[in-house]
Structure formats: structure tokens, C-alpha cells
């Protein structure tokens, strides 16, 4: 606990974790709504499927790489 108040230890990599999880339900179920309303169609629903999760993918993989960047900085300023 005193890592987390004194910043010491980053809490953001795993909200960004279940974040990643919402995002991939979301996609899912807009994607499964697109295709099967009169709406969209079947091939937008199917793009939004694919370039929705690996979109998704890719930001959160982005925001963590961002973490780990901090955490190794962290880890050169403490053995100097």
C-alpha cells in the first residue's frame, strides 16, 4: 500500500489491463450489432470486428509500453 501512495509502484498497468478487457467486450458487441442490424451490414460489422480488436490491442500495448519505459528508467536512476 505505501508503494501505491508514495508512487512508487504504478496502478495505471492494470487498470489498463481491464480497460483492454472493456474495449474487446465492446467491440465484440457493436461489431455483432453491426452486422446483424439493417444498418451496417455484415462486411462493416466484420471490419469493425477485426480493426476494432487489433486496434484496441495496439493502444493498450502502447500505453503500457509507456509504463514499462518508467519502470526500467526507475530501475537505472536506483542502481546509480
Known sequence: MKDIFFFDSMLTPKIIIFI???????????ALGSMF???GG??????????GLIG???WCELLIVLFKI??????IANRQ
Open 56 to 58: 484496441t490491442r495496439i
Open 37 to 39: 442490424s439493417g444498418y
Open 20 to 30: 483492454y478487457w472493456l474495449g474487446l467486450i465492446s467491440v465484440i458487441i457493436g
Open 70 to 75: 518508467n519502470e526500467n528508467l526507475q530501475k
Open 42 to 51: 455484415f462486411w462493416s460489422g466484420l471490419g469493425i470486428l477485426v480493426f
